[in-house]
């Protein structure tokens, strides 16, 4: 039996579309021999409890990002854009708007909508940068709402680095990229620090998203604000900026209390990059 690839961490529990039961091999890293798991999924519900130890809801968390009681909980779903020509390039993006989706983005792109086709989003925000917001077209393709463009989901500003190819940006500004590398949060020009300014943007982004009427929303932007989006729900400082990651394409799910609390449900999902799978809530 083939195995299925999935890549990213599920940290809760995440309906998968598997025709039957399918097996795989995990290493086990306490005592380094291999361990065979069978899951079995279908189109109805599983239940998920003996996993989870019956955390499929929660009622307190220690961050609230809204400064007053929700109208409802409310599911998040992070998606970060298809890959552009600057990622097939290897250059920094930025805020940059000359970097477009390229024909394997739109592709990706497809894959995501295919996989969320199932799923009732109330609404669509996206960043106005043209790769997020191709993305964000097809992912909305055949939905009744408009989509939604908030400025405050565009990429973070790079200045002079924006366009470089990276081996080029580390030669000719070898402190400054090796500090945007390395040690982010301290990334400044000028005394403009972009990713500790782009915490408090994120956290007023969050508060004018979670304000909106609706318990599920769909979010198209880039990896540094899925980064700072993800951190911020969890309480996380800039500093911990590289300790998250998100692919072209990648799925992110937060679901949030009404006290604005958010519990993370799923980090990087890729799986239907590599599966014609369709993830059910």
């Not at 009404?258 to 799923?266: D, F, Q, Y």
């Amino acid at each position: 039996m083939s195995s299925v690839p999935i890549t990213g961490a599920i940290l809760a529990s995440t309906h998968l579309n598997f025709p039957s039961t399918h097996i795989s091999k995990l290493q086990n890293p306490i005592y380094g021999r291999r361990s065979r798991i069978r899951i079995h999924c279908s189109s109805s519900s599983p239940d998920f409890s003996s996993i989870t130890g019956g955390a499929l809801d929660f009622q307190k968390a220690t961050t609230s990002l809204s400064s007053e009681q929700l109208s409802s909980p409310k599911k998040i779903t992070l998606v970060r854009h298809g890959l552009s020509s600057w990622n097939a390039e290897s250059r920094v993006q930025g805020s940059s708007d000359l970097s477009v989706l390229t024909d394997e983005g739109a592709k990706q792109a497809e894959r995501c909508r295919k996989a969320l086709a199932n799923i009732h989003f109330d609404k669509c925000f996206a960043s106005p940068i043209s790769r997020a917001k191709s993305t964000a077209e097809i992912l909305w393709q055949g939905r009744k709402e408009a989509l939604i463009f908030y400025d405050s989901l565009k990429e973070v500003h790079l200045f002079f680095l924006e366009g470089m190819k990276n081996e080029d940006a580390k030669q000719r500004y070898p402190k400054e990229y090796t500090t945007w590398r390395e040690d982010p949060v301290n990334f400044n020009v000028n005394g403009t620090y972009p990713i500790r300014d782009l915490w408090v943007t994120t956290a007023e982004t969050w508060r004018e998203i979670l304000s909106n009427p609706g318990k599920s929303f769909l979010v198209v932007t880039h990896k540094s604000i899925l980064r700072a989006l993800v951190c911020t729900a969890l309480g996380l400082g800039p500093e911990r900026f590289r300790a998250i990651d998100v692919n072209n394409g990648g799925i992110c799910v937060l679901n949030f209390n009404k006290r604005g609390e958010a519990m993370l449900h799923s980090l990087n999902m890729t799986a239907h990059m590599y599966t014609d799978l369709t993830y059910m809530h």
